[in-house]
């Protein structure tokens, strides 16, 4: 059983469109996160949502959007898609101490 | 600013030996580190942690070694094995409940067999 997917694992799309990202936990965990693994390959966090209400939100821009129907689901929504944006995106869920990953979905944006 | 630095983006290693990865922090107010293990196109997975309120936590053939004066942690595999060929982050927080955690660069570890 897979503790933290994500779908899809990898996404080609054009400049200026809109995508989403999927991620579900069956840990039972309270709290998920958003990372973005850069090409200098540090992972950094973007948002983390705990028992579905936004607790940590980074710089980054209005374009991404998460969104939690419910704990065990963390939604990354991107408007207008840029050439910078092509990243490796982590999904994460904690209880208390340790993050556990997602896959990662490797997004090119062309 | 990088708060946490792995200053070796690799490492090699024979099978069998002892491999030894080290990581610096400059921000005071971290007291929980992590240790994650990364093969290629696959997510980070969690290794071994240790509380700043201890020195040395140790788990099977890894251990992690906290001198929280020098800011400085490593984590040690012995014996080393091929398959622990990966790429390995520290991650820093301010305490073991809290959300943010802040990741090295990582170092990549080759064992030869």
């Known amino acids: 059983d897979t503790a933290v997917s994500q779908t899809p694992k990898y996404l080609v799309t054009q400049m200026g469109n809109d995508k989403s990202i999927k991620c579900e936990q069956n840990?039972?965990?309270?709290?998920m996160y958003w990372y973005k693994q850069d090409s200098k390959k540090f992972l950094k966090i973007m948002f983390s949502?705990?028992?579905?209400?936004?607790?940590i939100n980074e710089t980054v821009p209005n374009r991404f959007s998460p969104k939690s129907p419910d704990k065990a689901h963390l939604n990354l929504h991107i408007n207008s898609l840029e050439l910078g944006d092509s990243a490796v995106y982590f999904c994460?869920?904690?209880?208390?101490?340790?993050?556990?990953f997602g896959p990662g979905t490797r997004l090119t944006v062309l | 600013d990088q708060q946490v630095k792995q200053n070796s983006p690799s490492l090699s290693v024979q099978e069998g030996r002892i491999s030894i990865l080290n990581c610096d922090y400059t921000?005071?107010?971290?007291?929980?580190f992590l240790w994650y293990k990364k093969y290629p196109a696959e997510g980070p997975t969690f290794l071994i942690s240790?509380?700043?309120?201890?020195d040395k936590n140790e788990d099977g053939r890894f251990t992690v070694f906290l001198n929280k004066s020098a800011k400085h942690l490593s984590l040690h595999i012995v014996p080393s094995q091929p398959g622990d060929s990966a790429v390995y982050f520290c991650?820093?927080?301010?305490?073991?409940?809290?959300?943010?955690?802040?990741f090295g660069k990582g170092t990549k570890l080759s064992v030869i067999p």
């Open positions: 840990l039972g965990h309270d709290t």
């Open positions: 240790i509380s700043s309120i201890k």
């Open positions: 921000n005071s107010m971290f007291d929980y």
């Open positions: 949502y705990n028992n579905k209400e936004l607790i």
């Open positions: 994460a869920s904690s209880q208390a101490g340790a993050q556990y």
């Open positions: 991650a820093a927080s301010s305490g073991a409940g809290s959300y943010q955690l802040t």
